[in-house]
């Protein structure tokens, strides 16, 4: 599993431009956690990594919008700092709810 | 080879499952939902009063991801069967197998074998950590079961093999108590039962025992085996005779190994327990919880595969056997290797 950073910022002037917000924030939930409104931190493999890739290019607007993708260096813990509201679940952990 | 997911385990009663952008999407009360992507899971299991939408059901099913439904006390209920369950021409080399008494004598002799080996591994193992006088009583009991692996050579039916597997478990159970280093006057077992349970190991047992159950159940599955046709374990309408057979050589050192050392390190301590008037015991809420941890935790650890030669974590270990077993039934390995633990 290769741990990314993912964000967004998307114009938003235009019923558009909002339109495809929607679309990038559902690609991104759909691959990873939102830690805050528009950054995600997503686990994936390589193939999924493509394709998550694919298909932000194809929602965006190269000529409006902007997304980054950092990849984060593992381990976790030890390279990223949060402060103040962390709502972040590591899927790797035991998952007992 | 495949990755090992982790396994969703729903615990809190009234738990709402749905999915939601491909996400599964965990509502409980007085708590914000939690999304869980779904590329993160590789089975769901859920315990007691849990709902799930349809469309979630089969998502997963598409995804042929399984789910399994127990009862609060982690009963066995249900499991979903996934569309595709393999290949037809395995499933007849597998029949062909277990209706030829030869070659089923063969298989459970390995699987016993497996088994025997592992438990001696386990009494060893504790042998070196036990107190007092314990470790010769250990090591002789180790030396018994020894001296039974010698013996299932000569056993001419697989009843005989079941004769064999019957007094070295009764040599191992009688001699399991000694193994615990804490609280040894309340964590008793007099003899294996299992339902209801007895006493706070029976109800231990029997707990992770389901939970690997299902982890055979799966493998068997994903590589295309029918796990109800079984070896060494009568066929039974309803039984998952294979997958029972797969796991008699991972219960001593993944289940029974995890009981100990919970017991050892006093992380369930008899405060964990509830005892019922007529002799039954129940596991706490919490405990059950930490007890699946564990489970989680350990299915991550490393072992190298005595005959793969490869570091393989120890949750996939039954995915590996399951294909060597259908390497065997297939005619391409000459007999099944069981999986023999350091």
Same mark, same amino acid.
């Given at each position: 599993?290769?741990?990314?950073l993912v964000?967004?910022?998307?114009?938003?002037?235009t019923?558009?431009?909002?339109?495809r917000?929607r679309?990038v924030?559902?690609?991104?939930v759909a691959?990873?956690q939102r830690v805050?409104?528009s950054?995600f931190?997503?686990?994936?493999?390589?193939?999924?990594?493509?394709?998550?890739r694919?298909?932000?290019?194809n929602a965006?607007d190269?000529t409006?919008?902007?997304?980054?993708?950092?990849?984060?260096?593992?381990p976790?813990?030890?390279f990223?700092e949060?402060?103040?509201?962390d709502?972040?679940m590591?899927?790797s952990?035991?998952?007992?709810? | 080879m495949?990755?090992?997911?982790?396994?969703?385990?729903?615990?809190t009663?009234?738990?709402?499952?749905s *999915?939601?952008?491909?996400?599964?999407r965990?509502?409980?009360?007085?708590r914000?939902?939690?999304m869980i992507?779904l590329h993160?899971?590789e089975?769901l299991v859920?315990f007691?009063?849990?709902m799930?939408?349809?469309f979630?059901i089969h998502r997963?099913a598409?995804d042929h991801?399984?789910?399994?439904?127990?009862?609060e006390q982690? $009963?066995?209920?249900?499991?979903?069967?996934?569309?595709?369950?393999g290949?037809?021409?395995?499933?007849?080399a597998q029949?062909? @197998?277990a209706?030829d008494?030869?070659?089923?004598? /063969?298989v459970s $002799?390995?699987?016993a074998?497996?088994?025997?080996q592992?438990q001696?591994?386990?009494l060893m193992r504790?042998?070196?950590?036990a107190l007092n006088?314990?470790?010769?009583l250990l090591?002789?009991?180790?030396?018994?079961i020894n001296g039974q692996i010698?013996?299932l050579?000569l056993?001419k039916?697989v009843d005989?093999?079941?004769?064999i597997e019957g007094?070295?478990?009764r040599?191992?159970?009688?001699?399991f108590p000694l193994m615990?280093?804490q609280n040894r %006057?309340f964590?008793w077992l007099?003899?294996?039962t299992?339902?209801?349970?007895r006493d706070?190991?029976n109800s #231990?047992?029997?707990?992770?025992?389901?939970?690997?159950a299902?982890d @055979?159940?799966?493998?068997?599955?994903?590589v295309g085996? %029918?796990?109800?046709m079984?070896f060494?374990? /009568?066929?039974r309408?309803?039984?998952?005779?294979?997958?029972? %057979? *797969?796991?008699e050589?991972?219960?001593p050192v993944?289940a029974?190994? /995890?009981?100990?050392?919970?017991i050892? $390190?006093?992380?369930l301590?008899?405060r964990d327990?509830v005892l019922?008037?007529?002799?039954?015991?129940?596991?706490?809420?919490d405990a059950?919880?930490l007890? #699946?941890a564990?489970?989680t935790?350990?299915?991550?650890?490393?072992?190298?595969?005595?005959l793969?030669?490869r570091?393989?974590p *120890?949750g996939?270990?039954?995915h590996?056997q /399951?294909?060597?077993l259908?390497?065997?039934?297939?005619?391409?390995?000459?007999?099944?290797p069981?999986y023999?633990h350091?």
């Open positions: 599993m290769i741990d990314l964000c967004y910022d998307v114009k938003t002037e019923e558009a431009g909002r339109r917000l679309r924030a559902k690609i991104c691959h990873g805050q409104n950054v931190e997503v686990g994936v493999t390589d193939v999924q990594l493509l394709q998550l694919e298909k932000l290019l965006m190269v409006e919008d902007s997304i980054r993708i950092y990849r984060l260096r593992q976790r813990e030890k990223v949060a402060h103040g509201v709502k972040y590591d899927f952990e035991p998952l007992i709810l | 495949r990755q090992l997911l982790n396994t969703l385990y729903i615990q009663q009234g738990t709402y499952l *999915l939601k952008d491909e996400n599964i965990v509502e409980a009360e007085e914000p939902p939690v992507p993160h899971v089975s859920v007691g009063n849990v799930m939408t349809p979630l997963l598409r991801k399984s789910v399994t439904w127990l009862t982690g $009963r066995f209920m249900a499991r979903t069967e996934t569309p595709v369950s290949n037809v021409l395995l499933r007849v029949h062909g @197998c209706c008494a030869e070659r089923t004598l /063969a $002799r390995f699987f074998a497996g088994k025997l592992n001696k591994q386990t504790s042998a070196r950590e006088d314990d470790p010769n090591r002789q009991a180790a030396r018994d010698g013996c050579p056993a039916t005989e093999v079941r004769g007094t070295a478990a040599i191992y159970w009688e001699v615990l280093r %006057d964590f007099t003899e294996r299992r339902r209801p349970a706070p190991i #231990l047992l029997n707990f992770v025992y389901t939970v690997l299902n @055979c159940a799966s493998a068997c599955q994903s085996l %029918d796990p109800q079984g060494l374990h /009568a066929l309408p309803g039984r998952s005779s294979l997958a029972l %057979d *797969l796991m050589e991972l219960r993944t029974d190994r /995890a009981i100990l050392t919970l050892n $390190r006093q992380q301590t008899p327990f019922h008037e007529g002799n039954t015991v129940t596991i706490k809420d059950r919880k007890i #699946l564990h489970l935790e350990r299915k991550k650890e490393e072992v190298t595969h005595p793969t030669g570091k393989t *120890l996939l270990v039954p590996v /399951a294909r060597l259908a390497q065997h039934l297939r005619g391409d390995r000459a007999h099944y069981p023999l350091r």
